[in-house]
């Protein structure tokens, strides 16, 4: 039951027994073994630009806002900041980013600032505090006429996405998407979220090592999507794998001698122990965001969520990788007509990265019933 909880906060359901879920993309012939190797960003979005944003004090948010390519577009063609259409805002869960969106916004999405964000106090990760940023960022992008946004968020994401749509910080939102985020199942969880963090590998010996572990753990269950988005989970390390934490499978083997040896012998196998920590410290891969440490924000970024989900005054999406995620609030709220719902099953948490042709479906359909966009002429569906 535990282990159920935390699921939809960051980890994914297990594996099927006996391999993966029908229809991903996993399976493969005989004999053949799978890739792992990373795949580059450039193959999912356009450009790369950079935007500051500023407050009272000065510059806050410094981000790297990427627009999508366009190759599959299903709905009215609108590029970076267009007129066509409304702009899909997109945003991550957390430990995430941006390129957990990448599978996704090569087939539908419109546009989606995001990416390498840099802030001047980045241990302040309240629910109030990010949602202001998601404001400032709409406004450095597009100024006092902002074009019309649906925003959707994954997760921690799609808890943010609910704080900025109550607070108005986007004044020409059109939509709402939440992602596998409900309040009840998400503090449920925060009691074992502690323990599933420290379950994880601490360390990996490679960003290919690291790949292979998000789809065998059942992390991410599109190895495609995995291969482009877990370069934005992890960093190389910038310590030798000597210092505290890091995983005994990797780390073993530098031991430091403490027995009494010949001057010369001491001294040569130092030097070897110190080139052998030097290549490591160059291929040792860790988490690029230490979750453990945001812990004091957790509850408030789910506390309240389902209320706050249902009085934003717009349309709304929920959708959920299993019907078992569902608290009593919401519930209550589907049956009203409050908002749409959908589930996608064989899913893991990660449904926008497991299933990303689902949710563009689910979101293209929703945003054709409010009238936010209309289906493309000769577009088969």
């Known amino acids: 039951m535990e282990k159920q909880l935390h699921l939809n906060l960051l980890a994914s359901r297990p594996p099927m027994a006996g391999g993966f879920q029908s229809g991903s993309k996993m399976k493969m012939g005989p004999g053949r073994k799978r890739d792992f190797s990373p795949l580059p960003w450039s193959q999912y979005f356009e450009t790369m630009e950079d935007v500051v944003v500023e407050n009272e004090n ?43 969106w990448a599978v996704f916004t090569v087939i539908k999405s419109l546009s989606s600032p995001a990416g390498d964000t840099k802030v001047k106090n980045p241990e302040d990760l309240s629910a109030d505090t990010m949602a202001k940023d998601i404001g400032k960022v709409v406004e450095a992008l597009y100024g006092d006429n902002p074009p019309p946004i649906m925003l959707i968020g994954h997760s921690m994401g799609g808890a943010i996405a609910v704080h900025t749509a109550t607070a108005n910080h986007i004044p020409s939102l059109l939509g709402l998407c939440v992602i596998d985020v409900v309040e009840g199942t998400a503090m449920d969880a925060l009691n074992s979220m502690q323990n599933f963090l420290r379950s994880r590998p601490k360390t990996f010996k490679s960003l290919e090592n690291a790949i292979e572990w998000s789809v065998k753990s059942g992390q991410i269950r599109n190895i495609e999507s995995a291969r482009v988005s877990m370069g934005g989970q992890v960093k190389k390390c910038e310590e030798s794998t000597s210092s505290s934490g890091v995983s005994n499978s990797i780390g073993e083997g530098i031991i430091e001698e403490e027995e009494d040896e010949e001057a010369e012998e001491e001294s040569s196998k130092k030097r070897a122990k110190e080139d052998d920590q030097e290549t490591k410290k160059e291929s040792i891969f860790t988490w690029r965001v230490e979750l453990s440490k945001t812990e004091k924000y957790w509850e408030g970024w789910f506390k309240g969520l389902s209320a706050l989900f249902l009085t934003t005054p717009v349309p709304k999406l929920l959708l959920l990788a299993g019907v078992d995620r569902l608290d009593k609030d919401l519930t209550i709220g589907q049956m009203q007509g409050k908002f749409q719902m959908q589930v996608l099953p064989q899913c893991g948490h990660a449904v926008h990265e497991d299933a990303p042709e689902k949710v563009a479906d689910a979101l293209a359909t929703f945003m054709v019933r409010h009238k936010f966009t209309e289906f493309k002429e000769g577009y088969l569906w």
């Open 58 to 100: 000065g510059k806050d948010i410094s981000l790297t806002a990427v627009p999508v390519c366009k190759r599959k577009l299903s709905m009215n063609d609108t590029h970076f900041g267009g007129s066509h259409g409304p702009v899909l805002l997109l945003l991550h869960g957390g430990g995430h980013s941006a390129l957990s």
